[in-house]
């Protein structure tokens, strides 16, 4: 759901934009934006610099994008695009299956599950060390009398 306010600040970039890429957008989508836009909203676009995020919602970004992927692009640019969006898709993809492979996770469980267990074989062997020598202290306080 876009915000009436988003609807206005789309609607103002419009203005500023030249009337053949802007007739490129359906009447349909137009009118939308102009019925739907907040009037009372105050905008704080910069002509000069129209794409600066302090003066943009990130939301109107987003909807110009669409509309230049959808109305503005042409089919090469278009795929160049997609092209873009597989690569970074199968980057991703690749980067979860290394991440969370089954193999491997259950291999990082039975390391960790060694490594505990010899861990807790030493304190074990430690602690029977640490009380062997108070059990021959006190064995030595007893005898020696």
Do not use: G, H
């Amino acid at each position: 759901m876009i915000s009436s306010n988003t609807y206005k600040e789309v609607y103002e970039i419009l203005s500023y934009m030249d009337k053949i890429t802007v007739m490129k957008i359906p009447e349909s989508i137009l009118n939308r934006i102009k019925e739907q836009r907040n009037i009372d909203f105050q905008t704080r676009i910069d002509k000069k610099d129209i794409f600066n995020e302090e003066n943009v919602s990130q939301e109107t970004i987003d909807f110009l994008c669409w509309l230049n992927y959808k109305y503005w692009l042409n089919e090469e640019q278009k795929k160049k695009i997609d092209r873009i969006k597989l690569d970074k898709y199968k980057e991703l993809e690749e980067y979860k299956k290394k991440k969370y492979n089954d193999a491997d996770i259950f291999n990082r469980k039975q390391i960790k599950k060694n490594s505990d267990i010899q861990e807790i074989a030493i304190l074990d062997c430690q602690e029977k060390n640490f009380i062997r020598r108070i059990f021959n202290k006190i064995k030595k306080i007893f005898y020696n009398r």
